[in-house]
């Protein structure tokens, strides 16, 4: 009998299966990892406008859903969406005080063409309570100017800024994901404290998006839960991300997921 490495997502549940637990559930499993989850809110959308309706869900409910990650034991723990500072700070004291390492923060702000507000406590809450835990965080260019106190990210070297604050904030690699900023290319770009190492392609000419941020941190987390190093960790991460882009598709005119499987279909000739 082989036991599969285990991962925890401490994350919403998004049901239309694109973004949150359920992307970051698939992507474990198509890492070859057995994921577990924390749901922290459940998300419906408006059939009309796609706008998220967020029902967060009881503090005290997540907790228990953490314990029980605890009495199992994990090998990697990353966050998604948490709704409130408070949660935040409880995420943070719960993950230091079970030692916990491997732990990958994607700081969730915004969800991709939706009416999400941005809540600035949130913010704070994270850099406090979630960054000096952070093995590895992954920003995109919104998120890092948010956490770095910086305005609107353009250049290159607007992201190796953001990301050295980021670090020194205490998360100990930085990956920014910068799909958009750039006319012809999609950045990634990861910075471990010391060294930068910059991913550039041609821009994927896709709108459907939607779980991209969320499959590419749990690609990262089911990596570590591997024994994987973090440069590893993050190219492994591109090349998987890349492929479900380029096999995303629409639900509506207004929105559409990365396709989880794209890689692994390849791989096997399917
Ligand atoms: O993509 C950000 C995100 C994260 N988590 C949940 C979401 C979304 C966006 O829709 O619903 C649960």
């Known amino acids: ?20 637990v359920l992307a970051d559930v698939k992507t474990f499993q198509e890492r070859d990892v057995y994921g577990l989850c924390a749901n922290t809110v459940q998300v419906a959308m408006d059939p009309a406008t796609w706008g998220h309706l967020i029902h967060p869900l009881d503090i005290e409910v997540v907790r228990e859903q953490i314990r029980t990650a605890w009495a199992i034991g994990v090998d990697a723990a990353k966050t998604g969406m948490l709704p409130s500072a408070e949660l935040i700070r409880e995420v943070g004291r719960m993950l ?39 093995e590895v965080t992954t920003p995109n260019t919104f998120e ?6 910086m305005d609107e990210l ?6 190796a800024e953001a990301a050295r604050r980021i670090n020194a904030l205490g998360a100990r690699n930085v990956i920014i994901k910068a799909a958009r900023i750039f006319k012809d290319k999609a950045v990634d770009m990861l910075f471990d404290g010391k060294e930068f190492v910059w991913l550039k392609e041609p821009r994927l000419d896709t ?19 591997k024994g994987c ?28 997921p990365v396709y989880h499987h794209a890689l692994a279909k390849r791989r096997h000739g399917e």
């Open 207 to 225: 709108k459907w998006t939607h779980g991209a941020g969320c499959s590419f941190s749990a690609c990262v987390t089911a990596e570590l839960a």
């Open 1 to 20: 009998m082989t036991t599969p490495k285990k991962a925890l997502t401490i994350a919403g549940i998004d049901c239309s299966g694109g973004a949150g």
């Open 144 to 149: 890092a100017s948010q956490l770095a106190d």
């Open 154 to 159: 353009k250049s290159e070297d607007d992201l």
């Open 96 to 134: 230091k005080e079970a030692g916990q390492n491997n732990i990958v923060i994607d700081p969730v702000m915004v969800c991709k063409g939706a009416n999400v507000p941005v809540f600035p406590e949130n913010t704070i809450a994270m850099k406090e309570a979630l960054m000096p835990l952070a």
């Open 229 to 256: 190093t973090v440069r590893q960790a993050f190219l492994n991460a591109h090349e998987y991300l890349r492929a479900a882009l380029e096999e995303s598709f629409p639900f509506n005119n207004i929105t559409g």
